[in-house]
């Protein structure tokens, strides 16, 4: 057990619909990512947060937003959905924002959409 | 642009074999480097990391060494138990404090 916590596990949806991802950091980790796996593009970045502010972004469609609020829990909202959006998605977080701290994963949550 | 190459799988291997599973970046600087496993419906687990040059990371008897010269971290280990199939992802720290992520290599170990 990473320590990191996702909510719903699993999630199926229609083509257009709008979904809300959770995720609830190790104790104590102030940094929080979201990534996507899929079998086509494997592991992808989509956007990092600390301590609440936006840190990082990498490959992440304009349809899709994330928040970190105060109690450090993140939510990735994905919106218009796709097809395509059916995935993983995996939250991380770490205790730092820097590349030499390691990431703790979540379990993820499995999107399909219809 | 930042990049990590590892062997293509699925790799299969009899029990009490030797792995390897190689491992190659491409980056800015030097950056942390590591190995992470992924069971079948889990997420991803760390298994092991290196932040400088020469550096060996180890856990669970597998082992992988920071190669600066070959820009490489190939993971090792000895002797394989089934229960270490799993899919195995080589990544290294990038400049925007995420981490980047190689393709993936499925391991099987039979008994």
Redesign the interface.
Known sequence: D?G?TQTPKHLITATGQRVTLRCSPRSGDL?V?W?QQSLDQ??Q?LI?YYNGEE????NILERFSAQQFPDLHSELNLSSLELGDSALY?C?SSVS????????????TRLTVT | GDSVTQMEGPVTLSEEAFLTINCTYTATGYPSLFWYVQYPGEGLQLLLKATKADDKGSNKGFEATYRKETTSFHLEKGSVQVSDSAVYFCAHGGSQGNLIFGKGTKLSVKP
């Open positions: 990473s990191v940094s990512y990534y494997g592991l970045f990092q840190r990082a972004k990498g995996f991380a924002g820097g590349q030499s701290y390691e990431q703790y994963f979540g379990p993820g």
